[in-house]
Nanobody, 127 residues
């Protein structure tokens, strides 16, 4: 599956952005989808994940209550609504797809769970 992320940009602290990740090439609804982010000089961190039907969502503690992951299987797209952005949220955000049946919440927080990755979209937060 090919993944294309978009929606990043420059926003002031406290602002919002809606990131999108469009999929093509395989049956989108068969994948658990995840968002990760990587700031310069830092490791790639888990942000959020959503199962095939959208019934289960998982969030990193750092974004709980501020970010919301959702998906539209009819449009082959997963979204990440980011609210109350902080300077420490600045990073390149990437989407990823994991095939197979649901395993566990902790499993999908690891990059190794994902088979396919898209290019990132950059989020910059000014203070």
């Amino acid at each position: 599956v090919q993944l294309q992320a978009s929606g990043g940009g420059l926003v002031q602290a406290g602002g919002s952005l809606r990131l999108s990740c469009a999929a093509s090439g395989r049956t989108f609804s068969s994948f658990t989808m995840g968002w990760f982010r990587q700031a310069p000089g830092k490791e790639r961190d888990f942000v959020a994940a959503i199962t095939q039907s959208g019934s289960i969502t998982v969030y990193a503690d750092s974004v709980k209550g501020r970010f919301t992951i959702s998906r539209d299987n009819a449009k082959d797209t997963v979204y990440l609504q980011t609210n109350s952005l902080k300077p420490e949220d600045a990073a390149v955000y990437s989407c990823a797809a994991a095939s197979g049946s649901y395993y566990s919440r902790s499993y999908y927080q690891k990059p190794s769970a994902y088979n396919y990755w898209g290019q990132g979209t950059e989020v910059t937060v000014s203070s």
